[in-house]
């Protein structure tokens, strides 16, 4: 498994999580990458997207709540989420970006109650 999310789980709506993603073998956060989302029924959505140092780009749902970040040298990249909505209930993940590779690795599940 060359990416795996991780540090989602159950919060209030409002509140804050820090999503974590650790890369391995070919893959270098150094590089773009970005954290996508999925839910049921619909398509994997790009939640925030980082390349060429600190160049960042979020969809307008993320614009002030959410902030990508990583460390090249753990070769982890994060994603900070703050007033969490339960419409930002998905399971996420981390990929390259902006043309993610077809392994997606292990997601991270965020659950947002009401």
């Known amino acids: 498994v060359q990416l795996q999310a991780s540090g989602g789980g159950l919060v209030q709506a409002g509140g804050s999580l820090r999503l974590s993603c650790a890369a391995s073998?070919?893959?270098?956060?150094?590089?773009?990458m970005g954290w996508y989302r999925r839910t049921p029924g619909k398509r994997r959505e790009l939640v925030a997207g980082?390349?060429?140092?600190?160049?960042?780009n979020y969809p307008d749902f993320a614009k002030g709540r959410f902030n990508i970040s990583r460390d090249n040298a753990k070769n982890t990249v994060y994603l900070q989420m703050n007033s969490l909505k339960p419409e930002d209930t998905a399971e996420y993940y981390c990929?390259?970006?902006?043309?993610?590779?077809?392994?997606w690795g292990q997601g991270t599940l965020v659950t947002v109650s009401s």
């Open positions: 990929n390259r970006y902006p043309v993610p590779s077809l392994d």
């Open positions: 073998g070919s893959i270098s956060v150094a590089n773009g």
């Open positions: 980082i390349w060429r140092g600190t160049n960042t």
